[in-house]
């Protein structure tokens, strides 16, 4: 089975003082043992490096430490799925309606279904509920 994680599960993964660590922690570590197949979408790299950097924990997440964690933790393990323009395009047009910041959480939908996840795994269902996924691809909160 393959899961897209968006960043409300890998950035309190990588942090152990994270109130959400052990759940995510519990999926990440089912990929680590090879009992899932994880993607995510490029943009969650640049998602988790900003939350990571302006996390109020201390000690603090300094720049060259969340990009450490990136490159060892998520990119070493995961299938990353590179988004083009013909993908920005489509997502544009699947968010049509709605407003801000919805098109960024559309971004990671598509990269679930491009890669043909079974499930996309977070833990703010309420943001992607309100774009329906293509099977194979379900919704998984954690």
């Known amino acids: 089975m393959k899961a897209l994680l968006d960043t409300s599960v890998l950035v309190p993964a990588l942090i152990a003082g994270h109130p959400r660590h052990v759940p995510a922690r519990s999926y990440f570590d089912r990929m680590l043992a090879g009992e899932v197949a994880v993607a995510v979408a490029t943009h969650v790299l640049a998602e988790t490096f900003a939350t990571l950097t302006a996390l109020p924990v201390s000690p603090q997440v300094t720049p060259l430490e ?61 943001d992607f509920r309100r774009f329906p996924l293509q099977p194979p691809t379900r919704l998984v909160v954690l």
């Open 66 to 126: 969340a990009e450490r964690l990136i490159r060892e933790r998520i990119v070493a393990n995961v299938e990353v799925v590179a988004l083009g323009a013909a993908d920005y395009d489509a997502v544009i047009k699947r968010v049509a309606g709605l407003v801000s910041g919805t098109v960024y959480d559309a971004l990671h939908v598509h990269a679930a279904e491009k890669a043909g996840c079974a499930e996309f795994v977070t833990f703010n269902g309420r």
